[in-house]
């Protein structure tokens, strides 16, 4: 009667490159921002306390 429909593996190849680039853009973005912010952490410590402390003893000496 009806024959069984035989799989396509083209579309099987197709997902799989879709699922691994998608997979890599994901960790390339990961790896960024991770440094991003460990990058933040060791340089911008130190002059975002200065501009914090600076800012809260301008607000300070206006009130008073």
Do not use: C, D, W
């Amino acid at each position: 009667m009806n024959e069984p429909r035989k799989k396509n593996p083209t579309v099987g190849v197709a997902v799989l490159i879709v699922v691994v680039v998608l997979f890599v853009i994901g960790t390339v973005l990961f790896n960024a921002l991770k440094s991003k912010r460990e990058y933040e952490e060791t340089m911008g410590a130190g002059s975002a306390h200065a501009s914090a402390s600076t800012a809260a003893s301008q607000a300070s000496g206006s009130t008073q």
